[in-house]
């Protein structure tokens, strides 16, 4: 479910024409990491996709976007601490988003934007995604364009199959090639996040994740039973994410950085996405805050925080415009 209110309903976005003169007010957006939890391949579709099954938590690792709406008809975008992964033209998922709908809507609004990354790139964290889904939200409340949430994630979808996700409030099941969407309650969970400085494109570890299927297919109910139940240890155990085989082959660093908590007691290590950010679920924060300063000891070069999953009571646990 989307934060943001509607007030004017459309039945067919492709046909609209924005009414309105923008709110010029400026916003600015946090945008959610996420984490993997259970990720899934059944196989490829026929339009060419993976069919998937993940279940997936924002966390407190927030990039932020500050959209000011113009009148004129031209999007001035710009990133800060993105670095060399980060493009900053029309190739960058936000403008393409911001693009898309603009030309889905033929408005003739623009923007200035601007984006803060905090998130990690090519990480397996969701930040391109979420930062999509963030320029999508405000700029339809900004541009007063009136998309349901429903129309705003069809958009979405073609821009990044985990886009989604990031329209909840906290943790969901995906299915399909990931627009199936069901909310899910957890408990709060507790993260210690390494991400190091090499990164693998999304892409090319899709590409070779079937090659590596060892053909069975892992039921997502062997995580949600232990969660029932309260058992976070089981529950750890039974974390599992089919996209680690595909980058075990494709990156050397991969194991190395996998060692890395066999120095502490996490109750469980996993790669998150196509990675290459890996994450040890903690007990509680202390047992996080622990696992943090030992690991920023042995992880040089390495980037290490801890983290917490978001849930739907939370009110920063999806984009969510500040005043």
């Given at each position: 479910?989307?934060?943001?209110?509607?007030?004017?309903?459309?039945?067919?976005c492709?046909?609209?024409?924005?009414?309105?003169?923008?709110?010029t007010?400026p916003?600015?957006?946090?945008?959610?990491?996420?984490?993997?939890?259970?990720?899934?391949?059944?196989?490829?579709?026929?339009?060419?996709?993976?069919?998937?099954?993940?279940?997936?938590?924002?966390?407190?690792?927030?990039?932020?976007?500050?959209?000011?709406?113009?009148?004129?008809?031209?999007?001035?975008?710009?990133?800060?601490?993105?670095?060399?992964?980060?493009?900053?033209?029309?190739?960058?998922?936000?403008?393409?988003?911001?693009?898309?709908?603009?030309?889905?809507t033929?408005?003739?609004?623009?923007?200035?934007?601007?984006?803060t990354?905090?998130?990690?790139?090519?990480?397996?964290?969701?930040?391109?995604?979420?930062?999509?889904?963030?320029?999508?939200?405000?700029?339809?409340?900004?541009?007063?364009?009136?998309?349901?949430?429903?129309?705003?994630?069809?958009l979405?979808?073609?821009?990044?199959s985990?886009?989604?996700?990031?329209?909840?409030q906290?943790?969901?099941?995906?299915?399909?090639?990931?627009?199936?969407?069901?909310?899910?309650?957890?408990?709060s969970?507790?993260?210690?996040?390494?991400?190091?400085?090499?990164?693998?494109?999304?892409?090319?570890?899709?590409?070779?994740?079937?090659?590596?299927?060892?053909g069975?297919v892992?039921?997502?109910?062997?995580?949600?039973?232990?969660?029932?139940?309260?058992?976070?240890?089981?529950f750890?155990?039974?974390?599992?994410?089919?996209?680690?085989?595909?980058?075990?082959?494709?990156?050397?660093?991969?194991e190395?950085?996998?060692?890395?908590?066999?120095?502490?007691?996490?109750?469980?290590?996993?790669?998150?996405?196509?990675?290459?950010?890996?994450?040890?679920?903690?007990?509680?924060?202390?047992?996080?805050?622990?696992?943090?300063?030992?690991?920023?000891?042995v992880?040089?070069k390495?980037?290490?925080?801890?983290?917490?999953?978001?849930?739907?009571?939370?009110?920063?646990?999806?984009?969510?415009?500040?005043?």
């Amino acid at each position: 479910m989307c934060i943001l209110p509607h007030k004017h309903r459309i039945s067919n976005c492709r046909d609209h024409r924005s009414r309105f003169r923008p709110n010029t007010e400026p916003h600015t957006i946090l945008a959610p990491a996420k984490l993997n939890l259970f990720f899934e391949i059944h196989g490829k579709r026929p339009d060419g996709f993976h069919e998937i099954t993940s279940l997936a938590c924002p966390i407190d690792c927030y990039d932020t976007l500050t959209f000011e709406p113009t009148e004129d008809d031209v999007l001035d975008f710009d990133c800060s601490d993105g670095g060399t992964d980060v493009p900053t033209d029309e190739t960058n998922i936000v403008v393409r988003a911001l693009n898309l709908l603009k030309q889905e809507t033929k408005t003739k609004c623009g923007a200035i934007v601007r984006l803060t990354k905090r998130i990690p790139s090519q990480a397996g964290l969701g930040g391109g995604s979420s930062d999509a889904v963030a320029a999508l939200i405000v700029a339809n409340r900004s541009w007063k364009l009136g998309l349901t949430p429903e129309e705003l994630c069809r958009l979405a979808v073609t821009i990044g199959s985990d886009c989604p996700i990031f329209f909840q409030q906290g943790a969901s099941i995906s299915r399909g090639r990931g627009e199936l969407i069901e909310p899910i309650e957890l408990p709060s969970l507790h993260f210690v996040i390494i991400k190091p400085s090499e990164g693998l494109p999304t892409s090319a570890v899709y590409a070779e994740c079937l090659k590596h299927h060892d053909g069975t297919v892992r039921q997502l109910e062997s995580v949600l039973k232990p969660l029932k139940s309260g058992d976070l240890g089981e529950f750890g155990r039974q974390l599992f994410n089919r996209l680690e085989s595909s980058a075990a082959a494709l990156w050397n660093g991969y194991e190395t950085t996998k060692r890395l908590f066999e120095q502490v007691d996490c109750l469980a290590v996993q790669m998150s996405g196509s990675g290459t950010a890996f994450f040890g679920l903690c007990r509680d924060d202390r047992h996080a805050e622990r696992v943090t300063e030992k690991l920023n000891h042995v992880a040089s070069k390495r980037l290490v925080f801890r983290a917490r999953s978001l849930d739907h009571g939370n009110h920063r646990s999806s984009c969510k415009i500040d005043r």
